[in-house]
C-alpha cells in the first residue's frame, strides 16, 4: 500500500494482473495502472507460451499489436517479469504507445541475473541448478517449469531454510506444497536454527513425513554434509535435474558434490 500510494499522477504501476492479492489493491484513482499477465483481461497479456530446455518463447498482446519474443529464462513468471520490464521501457521511450518500444526490443542474448536458474553441472544424465528461490510461490514456479522443460527427466529439489520467511514456520505448509512438485525432496538443517525456538522454527522432519506421501522420497538431513554425500551416492533415475533452493551457500559440500560429477 505504501509503495502504490508514492506513485505520482504521471506516474505509471505496471502489476502482475494474474495474482488475486494484486487485483484487490488495484487499480487507484491517482495514477495509471496496467495489468500483465495470460488472463485474457489484461490490459497487456501473454500468451502462446512455450518452453524448452533451451529457451521460453511466447507473444505479448495489446490494442498495440502483438510481438513474439524468445529468452533463454524459463517459466511463465519470468515470462511476466520480462515483459513488465520491456513495458517499464517502453513507458519511458514512448508512453503514448509502449508496443513501440517492444517491436524493438530483443530478449534472445538475455542470460539473466545471477543466483537465477544458474546452470552449475551439465551432462546428458545430470543438470545441476542453483536458483534464489526462497519463498513458496518462487519455489513452486520453478519446479513447475522444469518438470515441464525436462519432461524424462526426474526432479530434485534440494532445499535450505535459511532466511527468516523459510526458517519459521509461519509458512511451513505453503513451502511443504510448493516442494511437493518434485520427484524427490531433500531439506537440509534449518540455517542458524538454534536462533529459534522450537514453536518458530520450521520443522525440515515433519515437512519430510507430509512430503514422503506425495514424493518418490523425502528425507530431512542433519547436515549439509549428508545431505550432499547423499546426493552423490544413492542411486536414483538415470536423467535428474537437481534444483538447489537457498538465499544463500551450501558452501564447501556443494562443491565436494560437483568435484564428484566432474
Request: charged residues 25%; contains cysteine; negative net charge.
Amino acid at each position: 500500500n505504501h509503495l502504490i500510494r508514492i506513485v505520482p499522477d504521471n506516474g505509471v504501476i505496471l502489476a502482475n494482473g494474474d495474482d488475486p492479492v494484486v487485483k484487490e489493491l488495484l487499480p487507484v484513482s491517482w495514477t495509471t495502472v496496467k495489468f500483465v499477465g495470460v488472463g485474457a483481461d489484461n490490459d497487456f497479456v501473454i500468451s502462446e507460451f512455450e518452453e524448452s530446455p533451451d529457451a521460453s518463447r511466447f507473444s505479448i498482446s495489446s490494442e498495440g499489436g502483438t510481438v513474439r519474443f524468445e529468452t533463454r529464462l524459463n517459466g511463465v513468471f519470468n515470462a511476466r517479469n520480462a515483459a513488465m520490464a520491456l513495458l517499464a521501457g517502453g513507458y519511458v521511450s514512448y508512453p503514448e504507445n509502449p508496443m513501440s518500444f517492444l517491436k524493438s526490443a530483443d530478449l534472445k542474448d538475455y542470460e539473466g541475473v545471477a543466483r537465477r536458474q544458474d546452470v552449475l553441472f551439465e551432462s546428458d544424465a545430470i543438470k545441476v541448478i542453483e536458483d534464489f528461490a526462497h519463498h513458496p510461490t518462487a519455489i513452486r514456479l520453478c519446479l513447475e517449469s522444469f518438470k515441464n522443460c525436462y519432461p524424462d527427466h526426474e526432479v530434485v529439489a534440494v532445499f535450505e531454510p535459511r532466511s527468516n520467511t523459510s526458517a519459521t514456520n509461519v509458512l511451513e505448509t505453503e513451502f511443504t506444497a510448493a516442494l511437493g512438485y518434485a520427484d524427490h525432496v531433500m531439506i537440509a538443517p534449518v540455517h542458524r536454527g538454534e536462533i529459534y525456538t522450537d514453536e518458530q522454527r520450521i520443522n525440515p522432519t515433519g515437512m519430510a513425513e507430509v512430503l514422503a506421501d506425495t514424493c518418490r522420497s523425502a528425507v530431512a538431513y542433519n547436515s549439509k554434509e549428508a545431505l550432499f554425500d547423499s546426493l552423490a551416492t544413492e542411486e536414483r533415475a538415470a536423467k535428474e535435474v537437481v534444483l538447489l533452493f537457498t538465499n544463500g551457500s551450501f558452501g564447501e559440500p556443494l562443491q565436494v558434490y560437483l568435484r564428484t560429477l566432474a
